[in-house]
């Protein structure tokens, strides 16, 4: 099982991440959890200084954009 995490404050940006990343991890047939990060501290221990981000199994895969589906499917796979 993949741990897929959504890092931010919660903002409109985070949540059209955390949309596209659970659509493109479906689309895939990803066994998958999706948990949405929106400590402070935890986000800036992980090294994120620019959110949203996306992390994956504990690895930053990216941050402070929102991809499309396609190119989250990209990273995912």
Known sequence: MT???IL???CANCVRLANNVDTAARELGMEFTL????DIQAIVR???M???????DGRVMLYGRVPNVEEIKAILA
Do not use: F, I, W
Not at 35 to 38: I, M, Q
Not at 50 to 56: E, F, G
């Open 35 to 38: 948990e949405k990060v929106t």
């Open 3 to 5: 741990t897929l995490q």
């Open 46 to 48: 992980s090294g994120v």
């Open 8 to 10: 931010g404050s919660g």
């Open 50 to 56: 620019k959110t949203p981000a996306l992390v994956v």
